[in-house]
Antibody
Framework: EVQLVQSGAEVKKPGESLEISCQGS????????IAWVRQMPGKGLEWVGI????????RYSPSFQGQVTISADKSRNTAYLRWNSLTASDTAMYYC?????????????WGQGTLVTVSS | AIQLTQSPSSLSAPVGDRVTITCRAS??????LAWYQQKPGKAPKLLIY???SLESGVPSRFSGSGSGTDFTLTISSLQPEDFATYYC?????????FGQGTKLEIK
């Protein structure tokens, strides 16, 4: 069974750095795109960006370009989302999601979410 | 970026009703559209991909249609477990984008 398991909830202060993770299992990790999606409290889904783990080719939404970094470690079957300097507006639930199949950009497998809280 | 506009933003309907949610793209996206269901505190769940293909295990009362700029998600007979928020998402071009969501509530 395909699974994406995300790292646990984080509480950070403004200005701190953070990296959250998403580990895939029961499939060929390098063969499918993984995306990150933000959901701010009480709000809708926002597409952050995407990575192809085979070559680490990455694309970002303009809203998030330069604010976060997406990476992947093939040896660990894990994708990451990193901030160098958090702000209160980064407080949200972050989901990773895997491409459903080779022929579609829809996302059929989702992690359980990582809640990031940034507060002084 | 391609904008997706869902309507209505919220909807109240009784069990058994037929419900339609629409998603309009700011430019043509062929059939590169998916629909998701999200319940409170849970990750989104894929319902429909490629505009009209039903994800495995999703009840047949859900259906999707459309191409180009106009798409619909239809629930033929609402069940209690269908009350949730629904999102469309395009994957025609980067950045992929979501609609703002449609909250479906019990009447």
């Amino acid at each position: 069974e395909v699974q994406l398991v995300q790292s646990g909830a984080e509480v950070k202060k403004p200005g701190e750095s953070l990296e959250i993770s998403c580990q895939g299992s029961a499939y060929s990790f390098t063969s499918y795109f993984i995306a990150w999606v933000r959901q701010m409290p009480g709000k809708g889904l926002e597409w952050v960006g995407i990575i192809y783990p085979a070559d680490s080719n990455t694309r970002y939404s303009p809203s998030f370009q330069g604010q976060v970094t997406i990476s992947a470690d093939k040896s660990r079957n894990t994708a990451y989302l990193r901030w160098n300097s958090l702000t209160a507006s980064d407080t949200a639930m972050y989901y990773c999601a895997r491409q459903y199949n080779f022929d579609t950009g829809s996302f059929g497998y989702w992690g359980q979410g990582t809640l990031v809280t940034v507060s002084s | 970026a391609i904008q997706l506009t869902q309507s209505p933003s919220s909807l109240s309907a009784p069990v058994g009703d037929r419900v339609t949610i629409t998603c309009r793209a700011s430019q043509g996206i062929r059939i590169t559209l998916a629909w998701y269901q999200q319940k409170p505190g849970k990750a989104p769940k894929l319902l429909i991909y490629d505009a009209s293909s039903l994800e495995s295990g999703v009840p047949s009362r859900f259906s999707g249609s459309g191409s180009g700029t106009d798409f619909t998600l239809t629930i033929s007979s609402l069940q209690p477990e269908d009350f949730a928020t629904y999102y469309c998402q395009q994957f025609n071009s980067y950045p992929y984008t979501f609609g703002q969501g449609t909250k479906l509530e019990i009447k």
